[in-house]
């Protein structure tokens, strides 16, 4: 008898959701240089919450509206492959032992990189979008930098 194990297979993607791309440091360097917004997703094999948050989100058509009609790349990592030199500097993005959520990415006019971390408790309170609004904003915005000027 042949058993028909398509959950193991990586789903296809449809038309209805995020087309991801294997994380990449260099491709992130180079859609930053580009002026993109990128949005990394770092969940880990081992937890399927971060699995079923990434689903739904990279279905919500709010999401897929935004991602398409903005210069967004969207990234996927699996933590759960990741040395444990490398883990613990993406605990260091999300400030949390659980380096799970989403990442954002942009760089300003003055090619300072800034960052928004999302924790998986952020993505159910559907920080998400307001995120990705801001950065793009911040992103356009000139730098201003507090300066002391002695008399």
């Avoid at 360097?29 to 739904?56: M, N, P, R």
């Avoid at 919500?60 to 509206?65: I, M």
């Avoid at 408790?121 to 911040?138: A, H, N, T």
Wanted: glycine share 4%; net charge negative; aromatic share 12%.
């Amino acid at each position: 008898m042949l058993i028909r194990l398509y959950f193991l297979l990586p789903f296809p993607v449809k038309p209805d959701q995020i087309d991801w791309t294997p994380y990449s440091l260099a491709g992130v360097h180079q859609d930053l240089e580009q002026g993109k917004l990128v949005l990394i997703s770092a969940k880990a094999s081992w937890c399927i919450t971060t699995w079923g948050h990434e689903y739904f989100y990279s279905q919500d058509p709010a999401v897929l509206k935004l991602v398409r009609s903005e210069p967004i790349c969207c990234y996927q990592i699996d933590i759960a492959e990741l040395p444990h030199h490398q883990f613990k500097a993406w605990q260091g993005y999300f400030d949390d032992i659980s380096p799970l959520g989403v990442i954002l990415l942009t760089q300003n006019s003055n090619h300072e990189v800034i960052k928004r971390a999302i924790t998986i408790e952020g993505l159910y309170e559907q920080q998400l979008i307001p995120e990705i609004k801001k950065l793009r904003e911040l992103q356009t915005e000139p730098s201003y930098r507090v300066v002391h000027i002695d008399p």
